[in-house]
Protein backbone atom coordinates (compact mmCIF):
# COMPACT_ATOMS: atom_id res chain seq x y z
CA UNK A 1 0.00 0.00 0.00
CA UNK A 2 1.69 3.38 -1.12
CA UNK A 3 1.60 6.57 0.80
CA UNK A 4 -1.50 7.91 -1.71
CA UNK A 5 -3.79 4.54 -0.70
CA UNK A 6 -2.60 4.85 3.36
CA UNK A 7 -3.72 8.30 3.47
CA UNK A 8 -7.02 7.50 2.05
CA UNK A 9 -7.40 4.99 4.60
CA UNK A 10 -6.93 7.17 7.28
CA UNK A 11 -9.85 9.23 6.06
CA UNK A 12 -12.19 6.18 6.24
CA UNK A 13 -10.74 5.54 9.83
CA UNK A 14 -11.04 9.25 10.76
CA UNK A 15 -14.84 9.09 9.31
CA UNK A 16 -15.04 5.97 11.67
CA UNK A 17 -14.53 8.07 14.96
CA UNK A 18 -16.20 10.76 13.74
CA UNK A 19 -19.43 8.44 13.63
CA UNK A 20 -18.30 6.77 17.26
CA UNK A 21 -17.83 10.53 18.72
CA UNK A 22 -20.89 11.83 17.51
CA UNK A 23 -23.02 8.12 18.24
CA UNK A 24 -22.22 6.45 21.52
CA UNK A 25 -24.30 7.08 24.11
CA UNK A 26 -21.46 8.58 26.27
CA UNK A 27 -23.86 9.18 29.68
CA UNK A 28 -24.61 5.33 29.35
CA UNK A 29 -21.03 4.42 30.27
CA UNK A 30 -21.10 7.50 32.80
CA UNK A 31 -19.37 9.67 30.57
CA UNK A 32 -20.69 13.52 29.99
CA UNK A 33 -19.85 15.33 27.39
CA UNK A 34 -18.95 18.56 28.60
CA UNK A 35 -21.11 21.67 27.57
CA UNK A 36 -20.11 25.46 27.07
CA UNK A 37 -21.76 28.61 27.06
CA UNK A 38 -20.33 30.68 24.14
CA UNK A 39 -21.29 34.33 24.43
CA UNK A 40 -23.87 33.90 26.58
CA UNK A 41 -26.11 32.52 23.77
CA UNK A 42 -24.69 29.41 21.76
CA UNK A 43 -24.10 26.29 24.19
CA UNK A 44 -21.45 24.19 22.44
CA UNK A 45 -21.54 20.60 23.02
CA UNK A 46 -17.75 19.48 22.78
CA UNK A 47 -18.05 15.89 21.27
CA UNK A 48 -19.29 18.16 17.97
CA UNK A 49 -15.88 20.74 18.21
CA UNK A 50 -13.94 17.38 18.54
CA UNK A 51 -15.93 15.92 15.89
CA UNK A 52 -15.41 19.19 13.69
CA UNK A 53 -11.39 19.51 14.02
CA UNK A 54 -11.39 15.39 13.27
CA UNK A 55 -13.48 16.31 10.04
CA UNK A 56 -11.26 19.55 8.95
CA UNK A 57 -8.56 16.65 9.03
CA UNK A 58 -10.09 14.01 6.92
CA UNK A 59 -11.25 16.68 4.65
CA UNK A 60 -7.51 17.39 4.36
CA UNK A 61 -6.57 13.98 3.88
CA UNK A 62 -9.07 14.54 0.60
CA UNK A 63 -7.02 17.35 -0.71
CA UNK A 64 -3.64 16.07 -0.35
CA UNK A 65 -3.90 11.95 -1.27
CA UNK A 66 -5.20 12.59 -4.99
CA UNK A 67 -2.43 15.33 -5.26
CA UNK A 68 0.21 12.94 -4.14
CA UNK A 69 -0.77 10.09 -6.14
CA UNK A 70 -0.70 11.93 -9.66
CA UNK A 71 2.32 13.59 -8.28
CA UNK A 72 4.39 10.91 -7.63
CA UNK A 73 3.01 7.84 -10.09
CA UNK A 74 0.51 6.19 -7.22
CA UNK A 75 -2.67 5.81 -8.52
CA UNK A 76 -3.83 2.50 -8.63
CA UNK A 77 -7.22 0.90 -8.68
CA UNK A 78 -7.41 0.27 -5.14
CA UNK A 79 -6.81 4.02 -4.44
CA UNK A 80 -9.34 5.12 -6.85
CA UNK A 81 -12.33 2.75 -5.40
CA UNK A 82 -11.25 3.22 -1.70
CA UNK A 83 -11.04 7.68 -2.22
CA UNK A 84 -14.82 7.12 -3.72
CA UNK A 85 -15.75 5.12 -0.61
CA UNK A 86 -13.93 7.38 2.05
CA UNK A 87 -15.47 10.17 0.56
CA UNK A 88 -18.75 9.18 0.60
CA UNK A 89 -18.47 7.70 4.34
CA UNK A 90 -16.77 11.06 5.87
CA UNK A 91 -19.60 13.50 4.10
CA UNK A 92 -22.94 11.30 3.24
CA UNK A 93 -22.78 9.55 6.78
CA UNK A 94 -22.07 12.86 9.03
CA UNK A 95 -24.61 14.48 7.16
CA UNK A 96 -27.24 11.81 7.99
CA UNK A 97 -26.35 12.21 11.76
CA UNK A 98 -26.59 16.41 11.43
CA UNK A 99 -29.96 15.54 9.59
CA UNK A 100 -30.91 13.22 12.78
CA UNK A 101 -30.19 15.43 15.14
CA UNK A 102 -32.23 18.23 13.32
CA UNK A 103 -29.51 20.44 12.46
CA UNK A 104 -29.31 19.48 8.65
CA UNK A 105 -33.12 19.84 6.69
CA UNK A 106 -33.64 16.63 5.65
CA UNK A 107 -34.53 17.47 2.17
CA UNK A 108 -30.69 18.62 1.92
CA UNK A 109 -29.37 15.36 3.34
CA UNK A 110 -32.03 13.32 0.39
CA UNK A 111 -31.11 15.61 -2.46
CA UNK A 112 -27.49 15.06 -1.76
CA UNK A 113 -27.00 11.33 -1.19
CA UNK A 114 -29.84 10.67 -4.02
CA UNK A 115 -27.80 12.29 -6.33
CA UNK A 116 -24.77 10.28 -5.07
CA UNK A 117 -26.37 7.23 -5.53
CA UNK A 118 -27.64 8.46 -9.27
CA UNK A 119 -24.16 9.79 -10.21
CA UNK A 120 -21.85 6.87 -9.15
CA UNK A 121 -24.15 4.20 -10.58
CA UNK A 122 -23.90 6.38 -13.73
CA UNK A 123 -20.06 6.44 -13.48
CA UNK A 124 -19.99 2.65 -12.71
CA UNK A 125 -22.05 1.91 -15.80
CA UNK A 126 -19.73 4.25 -17.91
CA UNK A 127 -16.79 2.16 -16.16
CA UNK A 128 -17.90 -1.04 -17.29
CA UNK A 129 -18.23 -0.16 -21.08
CA UNK A 130 -14.79 1.25 -20.79
CA UNK A 131 -15.25 4.83 -20.44
CA UNK A 132 -14.93 7.03 -18.24
CA UNK A 133 -16.60 10.48 -16.87
CA UNK A 134 -14.19 13.07 -16.30
CA UNK A 135 -15.19 15.46 -12.44
CA UNK A 136 -16.81 18.68 -13.35
CA UNK A 137 -16.04 21.94 -12.09
CA UNK A 138 -20.12 22.29 -10.03
CA UNK A 139 -19.03 19.22 -8.92
CA UNK A 140 -16.43 20.26 -7.16
CA UNK A 141 -17.72 23.70 -6.19
CA UNK A 142 -20.49 21.43 -4.96
CA UNK A 143 -18.30 19.34 -2.65
CA UNK A 144 -16.45 22.65 -1.34
CA UNK A 145 -19.82 24.01 -0.49
CA UNK A 146 -20.71 20.34 1.41
CA UNK A 147 -17.65 20.24 3.75
CA UNK A 148 -17.63 23.87 4.62
CA UNK A 149 -21.03 23.81 5.84
CA UNK A 150 -20.59 20.65 7.54
CA UNK A 151 -17.28 21.98 9.24
CA UNK A 152 -19.56 25.48 10.27
CA UNK A 153 -22.27 23.32 11.14
CA UNK A 154 -19.68 21.22 13.78
CA UNK A 155 -18.56 24.02 14.96
CA UNK A 156 -22.05 26.36 15.43
CA UNK A 157 -21.30 28.63 12.69
CA UNK A 158 -18.69 30.22 14.62
CA UNK A 159 -16.45 32.51 14.21
CA UNK A 160 -19.68 33.96 12.59
CA UNK A 161 -22.67 33.01 14.99
CA UNK A 162 -20.15 35.70 17.58
CA UNK A 163 -21.46 38.28 15.62
CA UNK A 164 -24.61 37.32 13.51
CA UNK A 165 -26.00 35.03 15.99
CA UNK A 166 -29.43 34.96 13.78
CA UNK A 167 -27.62 34.40 10.15
CA UNK A 168 -26.29 30.59 9.72
CA UNK A 169 -23.96 30.43 7.13
CA UNK A 170 -23.80 27.06 7.06
CA UNK A 171 -27.51 26.55 5.99
CA UNK A 172 -26.57 28.88 3.34
CA UNK A 173 -23.70 26.50 1.93
CA UNK A 174 -25.71 23.41 2.43
CA UNK A 175 -28.93 25.05 0.74
CA UNK A 176 -25.94 25.72 -2.26
CA UNK A 177 -24.47 22.27 -2.03
CA UNK A 178 -27.96 20.77 -2.31
CA UNK A 179 -28.56 23.12 -5.09
CA UNK A 180 -25.11 22.12 -7.17
CA UNK A 181 -26.02 18.74 -6.54
CA UNK A 182 -28.91 18.75 -8.93
CA UNK A 183 -27.54 21.16 -11.36
CA UNK A 184 -24.30 18.70 -11.06
CA UNK A 185 -26.23 15.48 -11.55
CA UNK A 186 -27.92 16.76 -14.25
CA UNK A 187 -24.88 17.33 -15.55
CA UNK A 188 -23.32 14.50 -15.47
CA UNK A 189 -26.17 12.55 -16.85
CA UNK A 190 -26.20 14.83 -19.94
CA UNK A 191 -22.64 13.83 -20.65
CA UNK A 192 -23.13 10.37 -20.38
CA UNK A 193 -26.91 9.75 -21.59
CA UNK A 194 -25.52 8.46 -25.31
CA UNK A 195 -22.88 6.12 -23.43
CA UNK A 196 -26.42 5.09 -21.12
CA UNK A 197 -28.77 4.52 -23.99
CA UNK A 198 -26.62 2.82 -26.40
CA UNK A 199 -27.44 -0.71 -26.68
Known sequence: MNLANKITVSRIILSI????????????????????????????????????????????????????????????????MVDAISDKLLTNTLIIVLACANLVHPVIAVIIIGRDIIVDSIKMLIGNKGKAVAAIGVAKVKTASLMCGLTLKLFYDMPFSLVLPQVRISDYLLILAAVLSIVSGAKYYMMAKDYITEK
Not at 50 to 75: E, P, Q, W
Request: glycine share 8%; proline share 3%.
Open 17 to 80: IILIILLFPWHQVGIDMPTYLVKGNIVVDLKYIIAGVLFIIASLTDFFDGRIARKYNMVTDFGK
